[in-house]
């Protein structure tokens, strides 16, 4: 139903930015909502941000607030993670997410949403 692909991840160093893309196929993506979630060697798949339907509402993992920045483009079927002053904290493979929910407040668990990418790797070095 929907199909969705990460890009923009690569290697920067310590302190360096990256922006990573989120393109929906197959549906409009603007009655979803769309999270971030990644997930490093070892841990636990986490969640990092989230963006309401319209863009109106956003919300943030607390260790990525001030750094991180979600935003959406509906017009292009695109959401967005500016991800700035990276740390090494942040390696992870970073997923994309979306869901149909029309609940008030974000969600920010991961079970929460039905529809995933296959993510794009983000190596953080120094």
């Known amino acids: 139903q929907v199909q969705l692909v990460e890009s923009g991840g690569g290697l920067v160093q310590v302190g360096g930015s990256l922006r990573l893309s989120c393109v929906g196929f197959g549906r409009s993506l603007s009655t979803f909502a769309m999270a971030w979630f990644r997930q490093a060697p070892g841990k636990e798949r986490e969640f990092v941000s989230a963006?309401?339907?319209?863009?109106?509402?956003?919300e943030y993992a607390d260790f990525v607030k001030g750094r991180f920045t979600v935003s959406r483009d509906n017009s292009q079927n695109k959401g967005y993670l500016q991800m700035n002053s990276l740390e090494p904290a942040d390696t992870a493979i970073y997923y994309c997410?979306?869901?149909?929910?029309?609940?008030?407040?974000?969600?920010?668990?991961?079970?929460?949403?039905?529809?995933w990418g296959r993510g794009t790797q983000v190596t953080v070095s120094s």
């Open positions: 963006i309401s339907q319209a863009g109106g509402t956003t």
């Open positions: 997410a979306v869901d149909r929910y029309l609940d008030l407040s974000l969600r920010t668990t991961e079970d929460a949403y039905l529809y």
